[in-house]
């Protein structure tokens, strides 16, 4: 009778083999407490070399994609959350950007005013860090950061082109909710609605497109 072979005893491709034939054998969460036990380092080592896969594409996909506006809208309904959101990115997509490569307009919904500490620094963040070109909010948020001189004056922002634009605003400001297509995406519903430039923008041009997209 042949003796039964201890792993000790068995090769390397024999144990692998006998490996296989256990995991097979097994289900669910004993599956998994077997496969962590004797593949943790290959299971990490994959898991490790998938984010690092990752990282290389979502880079090379930013390096590579032009991002037209980055608008933040403070307040938003939550209700208008995905599908308008959708909309307003995918209309403004298509109304500035001119489709010869990778474009998007980066629309941030999720700014709250009030004094969560979390939700202070993230406004800090959108208002200071220079990713932002466009900051939508109420009066009092807009007051709050003009008085920081955190925005541009829209007459030396836009330059020679004020002229064109200049009915639109009132003392200065621009008030979104007297466009009928802004209201039409029911994204916010407080009034006014300021449409502020941030301080480190350039693009007059985009900037330009998006006045066009809402009041012509």
Same mark, same amino acid.
């Given at each position: 009778m042949e003796r039964e072979k201890y792993e000790s005893d068995l090769?390397?491709?024999? %144990?692998?083999? %006998?490996?296989?034939?256990?995991?097979?054998?097994?289900?669910g969460k004993k599956r998994a407490e077997y496969l962590w036990t004797y593949y943790r380092s290959w299971l990490? #080592? #994959?898991?490790? #070399?998938?984010f690092g896969v990752f990282v290389l594409i979502y880079s090379w996909q930013n390096r590579h994609t032009r991002v037209i506006l980055s608008i933040a809208v403070a307040d938003a309904e939550y209700s208008a959350h995905g599908e308008q959101e959708e909309k307003l990115r995918e209309?403004?997509? $298509? #109304? &500035?950007?001119? $489709?010869k490569a990778r474009e998007r307009i980066n629309l941030d919904t999720t700014l709250r005013s $009030?004094?969560?500490?979390?939700?202070? &620094?993230?406004?800090?963040?959108?208002? $200071?860090?220079?990713?932002?070109d466009l900051l939508i909010c109420d009066r009092q948020t807009w007051k709050e950061y003009q008085s920081q001189g955190a925005f541009q004056e829209w007459e030396d922002f836009?330059?020679?082109?004020?002229? +064109?634009y200049r009915d639109l605003f009132q003392d200065g400001q621009l008030d979104l909710s007297e466009s009928p297509r802004w209201e039409s995406y029911g994204l916010t519903s407080y009034e006014?609605?300021?449409?502020?430039?941030? +301080?480190?923008?350039?693009? %007059?041009?985009?900037?330009?497109?998006?006045?066009?997209?809402?009041?012509?």
């Open positions: 090769t390397a491709r024999e %144990k692998r083999q %006998k490996r296989l034939e256990t995991i097979r054998s097994l289900h990490l #080592a #994959a898991l490790l #070399a998938a209309d403004l997509l $298509g #109304a &500035l950007g001119d $489709g $009030g004094d969560d500490s979390g939700m202070a &620094l993230k406004r800090m963040t959108v208002v $200071g860090a220079g990713n932002t836009l330059g020679e082109s004020w002229e +064109q006014p609605v300021c449409a502020a430039v941030l +301080q480190d923008t350039d693009k %007059k041009e985009e900037v330009c497109g998006f006045l066009d997209f809402f009041f012509s």
